[in-house]
Each structure stands twice: as structure tokens, then as C-alpha cells.
């Protein structure tokens, strides 16, 4: 793999994670509600899906999400119903939050396993990586270190945008005063939840 062609995959997966979906939802929500420190066990979840998706692409699952679509649908639906269950929590939720004492409100681990499954739920993710991987990868050179480093560039630049969107988040909490301002920020988040499990529910195979 040429550094020409490492760049041009680079900007690809740049511009995939800076495109709001429910993983940026779901960090902007914990950076939120949970601090840096909740945020920081978010990032890490997502990364673990995100990584899982990496390697069922490189085992060759991906082609089959892609390709049959019953593996393909029950994925989908699963991740849909797991991102409307969330927004629905998220709705409820009231009250406004002490930003001084909000990263022990509730367990690193709950968050860690919660932004784990965002992640894996998501058929539309794996089903993208099983398309593009192909388009960078040279069939005359080894292919394993290709999908490895294709792979660490991906969570590399998630990490990084994810991070953005927590300290992003943790600025407009800065703004939040009282249970009015957080109940409407939970209904916001609770309702892009909701929108993207509903447009997860929508969605179809790549052809």
C-alpha cells in the first residue's frame, strides 16, 4: 500500500466518522450526562465494536451481511429496536446535573458495554467497511497487514473525531443551568436516538 493511496483511504474514513450517526449521538449524550471520564469508557466501547466490525469484515462476515438478507435484517432490526429503546430512556430522563460530580453518575462499565452494542448493532457500518476495504486493498500484496492497517486507521480516526464531539459536548453542558435546559437536551437526544434507530430500521443492503 502506496502512502498516496493510505491518504486517500485516511480522508475517506475521516469524513465517515465525522458524519453524525449514533455513535456520535451516543458520546455527545455521555460527554454530556457522565463527563470526560464516562465519555473517555463511551470512545472505548465504540471502539470495541467498531474493531469487531473491523474483523468480521477482514474474516469475511462482511460479505455475507452484505449479501444475504436475513443476516442482514435481523442485525438491523436488533440495532434499530437497541437505539429506540435508548432514545426512549434518554426522552424520560429529567432533572438537571451537578457537571462537578457527574462522572460518578452512573458505572464506567454500564456506559463501556452500552456504547459497545450502538455499535455492533449497526449493520450499515459493517456492510460500508465490507464495501470500501476491498477498494484499498492490493490483491498482489499481503493482504492481512493491508486489513491491519487499514483497520488501526479506522479506530485511530474514530478515537479522535469521537473525542472532538465529547469536549464539543462538554462545552454546551457548561451552558446547562437547571432541569428545564437538561430535560429539552434529553428530549433532543432522545429523540436523534430514536430518528437514527428508525432510519437504521429503513435502511437496505448495499446492491
Do not use: C
Request: charge should be positive.
Amino acid at each position: 500500500m502506496t502512502i498516496e493511496w493510505w491518504l486517500t483511504y485516511l480522508l475517506t474514513t475521516a469524513i465517515l466518522s465525522l458524519s453524525p450517526g449514533s455513535g456520535a449521538i451516543n458520546t455527545m449524550s455521555t460527554g454530556i450526562s457522565h463527563g470526560y471520564r464516562g465519555a473517555a469508557a463511551s470512545i472505548a466501547g465504540l471502539q470495541v465494536g467498531l474493531s469487531l466490525h473491523i474483523l468480521l469484515v477482514g474474516i469475511g462476515l462482511g460479505a455475507l451481511f452484505s449479501r444475504s438478507l436475513v443476516a442482514f435484517e435481523v442485525l438491523k432490526w436488533a440495532g434499530a429496536a437497541y437505539l429506540i429503546w435508548l432514545g426512549i430512556q434518554q426522552w424520560r430522563a429529567a432533572g438537571a446535573i451537578d457537571l462537578n460530580a457527574v462522572s460518578g453518575a452512573m458505572p464506567r462499565r454500564h456506559l463501556f458495554k452500552r456504547a459497545i452494542l450502538v455499535n455492533l448493532t449497526n449493520p450499515k457500518s459493517i456492510v460500508f467497511l465490507a464495501a470500501l476495504f476491498p477498494q484499498f486493498i492490493i490483491p498482489h500484496q499481503p493482504q492481512a497487514m493491508q486489513y491491519l492497517v487499514l483497520g488501526v486507521t479506522t479506530v485511530v480516526v474514530d478515537i479522535i473525531v469521537m473525542i472532538g464531539y465529547a469536549t464539543l459536548a462538554r462545552r454546551i453542558a457548561a451552558w446547562i443551568k437547571g432541569p428545564r435546559q437538561m430535560k429539552l437536551l434529553n428530549r433532543l437526544f432522545g429523540g436523534l436516538f430514536m430518528l437514527v434507530g428508525a432510519l437504521l430500521a429503513s435502511a437496505r443492503r448495499i446492491a
